[in-house]
């Protein structure tokens, strides 16, 4: 039976009411704030710095001891390093998917289990398995599976589909049985309701409240290209950098009837290729080339053990706000790791760099990372042309 039990503590109303109802049900409960980015602000503050004076706020009035383990290093390494090379290669990654995957269920995890001597760790997410918010046994075959909470409006199973399987078996979300306004009515309750009136941080925390194309400046030097319309092959405007755009986009370009949206991007000639209107045909796809994923359950596919086609028919978003579609999931062709996903009807703005996140009416599946994506109009004519070449 489970009873120590080291939980990442934010700052945040979430994580603080997790760790409240673990020492509610008896568990021995460790506090841990993880730092992972340094930042200052314009009148030279720290954002950080208020997040670990809350932790620390939250642990004693729970009386909780509390470490802070930094991953700055790492975090630029593992996630901030492949966040700018993905940029530069025109590609639109999710630093929140690597942050889960390489730091708070990796290096979190093992620092928890290995330093701390922990029997499992816990997170403020809105997820379940299927052992349950509050384990008892651990199984372990590690035959756990990642659910859907029930609050399905702030569900983010999505952000932990790209993690090891194995640390779900060791892996408690409290949250998962509760709502969002249950969580901040609990934090006024139980004497900490100053968490509860925090304003949540939304989008990318190294970004923060600047705007994006300034902050990327700062990295990545501007370099002009072309605007072309994808239609007629004509110039119609120019841009500063193909990692400042990002499919379905909208360009602004002035002195057009229809506003222009971004269709495609030729990163080898540094031109974006841009459609007129928002519903233009060039941005849906329903064909996705992704790489080999990772799974939360046993392989659905056999990869590399059963040679035979098999399909998987199940759900899929490549955005966790977005509604969820349904798809098949199979082997490519070209290559047994990786799969190809052919989606129900088309979806726009289907973004390379991105994650395809598998879901059955339950559980979160796993994930893997999108190539490219296409109709299956084209997806046809292109293996008659390459077979006419061959």
């Known amino acids: 039976m489970f009873r120590n039990i080291v ?8 994580s603080a009411i997790s760790a409240f109802l673990l020492k509610q049900k008896g568990y021995n409960v460790i506090g841990a704030f993880m730092k992972n980015w340094d930042e200052f602000d314009e009148m030279g503050a720290c954002s950080g710095e208020q997040d670990y ?33 993905d940029y530069q290669s025109g590609l639109t990654p999710n630093p929140d998917i690597l942050c889960n995957k390489y730091i708070k269920f990796n290096l979190f995890y093992k620092y928890a289990r290995e330093q701390l001597q922990c029997d499992a ?44 399987r194995h640390t779900l078996s060791r892996t408690m ?13 609990l934090a006024r309750k139980c004497g900490l309701a100053r968490l509860a009136q925090k304003k949540e941080s ?31 092959g004509k110039i119609v405007g120019t841009h500063e950098g193909i990692h400042t755009w990002t499919i379905g986009q909208r360009c602004r370009l002035a002195s057009f009837l229809r506003p222009y949206f971004v269709a495609q991007k030729d990163v080898a000639n540094n031109t974006i290729y841009v459609a007129s209107g928002h519903e233009h045909p060039a941005l849906y796809s329903d064909v996705i080339y992704a790489s080999a994923p990772n799974w939360l359950c046993r392989d ?61 009416d339950k559980a979160c599946l796993g994930s893997a990372r999108i190539v ?12 008659v042309e390459m077979f006419q070449e061959s």
């Open 121 to 164: 760790i816990a997170t403020g997410h809105y997820a379940k398995t299927s052992f349950g918010n509050f384990l008892q046994h651990y199984n372990a075959n590690g035959d756990v599976h990642l659910l859907i909470p029930r609050d399905t409006f702030k569900d983010q199973t999505f952000f932990l589909s790209g993690i090891q």
């Open 372 to 383: 490219s994506a296409c109709r299956k109009a084209e997806e046809h004519i292109q293996r």
């Open 173 to 185: 979300f409290p949250l998962g049985d509760a709502l969002k306004c249950e969580v901040k009515a």
């Open 53 to 85: 004076r809350d932790a620390e706020y939250t642990c004693q009035k729970l009386g909780i001891e509390l470490h802070m383990v930094n991953y700055v290093k790492e975090y630029w390494n593992s996630v901030f390093s492949a966040f700018l090379e």
């Open 300 to 360: 659905p596919l056999n990869a590399g053990v059963d040679a035979s086609a098999q399909q998987l028919r199940c759900r899929f978003r490549f955005q966790h706000t977005k509604p969820l579609v349904d798809c098949v999931v199979e082997r490519a062709a070209e290559d047994n790791a990786n799969v190809t996903i052919t989606l129900d009807k088309p979806l726009r703005a289907l973004t390379p760099g991105q994650y395809a996140v598998f879901y059955s």
């Open 202 to 232: 939304t989008g990318i925390c190294f970004v923060g409240n600047r705007d994006f194309k300034q902050f990327i400046k700062e990295y990545i030097q501007p370099r002009k290209g072309n605007f072309i319309d994808i239609d007629t």
């Open 7 to 14: 939980i990442g503590i934010s700052g945040g109303v979430d």
